[in-house]
């Protein structure tokens, strides 16, 4: 898997407002506003949407891997979460599983205590995929997932994994970077959508600095 590169501050467009800011404040026009740096930003979470048109429970299809990583590299530390299959320790069909690695090397894998398979046609599921940096450790975590054939996943700590850092910002985290690299491994033919939706990024004691709505889509319908 390859990275993308670094594209966060065309995303956030911070930098550029920060330089009208100024040059404004400069010509006497406004008063400089009070703006949060980015290197302040210490979570990120993605809204994840994934659409099933025809599972085959039979084939354990379809088959999903989400990646995120708190660089715009995937060489560095980052997740795989996978849905409807899990591949470590040993390949099992169905349910719901957490890996953490580091370049090629795997550090963690967290199985979520869901063994079932997809099995119902029109499903929608949706969760987050979330970085933080906290206490020295980047951590990753599946919350707020919804599904018919999983119920309520995610936030309970078993789909949570993570590693100490010298990191302190995600500044440099794209959310290219978990498009590229997240991918239907089985069955795309059974998946009418899935990809990112909106990206939150907020800074330290929770503070939400911004939300980006654009749709990030790993697989679409391809238009008529």
Request: hydrophobic fraction near 35%.
């Amino acid at each position: 898997m390859h990275a993308s590169n670094r594209l966060f501050n065309t995303v956030s467009g911070f930098t550029f407002w920060k330089q009208i800011a100024a040059a404004a404040c400069l010509l006497g026009l406004v008063a400089a506003p009070a703006l949060a740096d980015d290197d302040d930003i210490v979570r990120v979470e993605e809204d994840w949407v994934l659409e099933v048109i025809n599972p085959n429970a039979e084939e354990s299809a379809p088959q999903l891997i989400t990646a995120m990583s708190s660089t715009d590299e995937l060489a560095d530390v980052h997740a795989l979460f996978e849905i409807n299959h899990r591949t470590l320790p040993e390949y099992r069909r169905g349910g719901l599983g957490m890996q953490l690695w580091s370049g090629d090397t795997n550090l963690d894998v967290r199985p979520a205590p869901r063994y079932s398979e997809l099995d119902t046609s029109g499903e929608t599921i949706n969760f987050k995929m979330c970085v933080e940096l906290k206490n020295g450790n980047v951590q990753f975590e599946v919350r707020d997932g919804t599904s018919t054939t999983w119920g309520s996943f995610g936030g309970q700590g078993y789909l949570k994994t993570g590693a100490s850092t010298t990191q302190t910002s995600l500044t440099r985290y794209s959310p290219a970077v978990s498009v590229k690299n997240s991918r239907i491994g089985f069955a795309k033919h059974r998946v009418n959508r899935y990809g990112i939706l909106r990206v939150r990024y907020y800074t330290y004691d929770n503070v939400l600095l911004s939300t980006d709505e654009t749709d990030r889509m790993v697989h679409e319908p391809a238009a008529e």
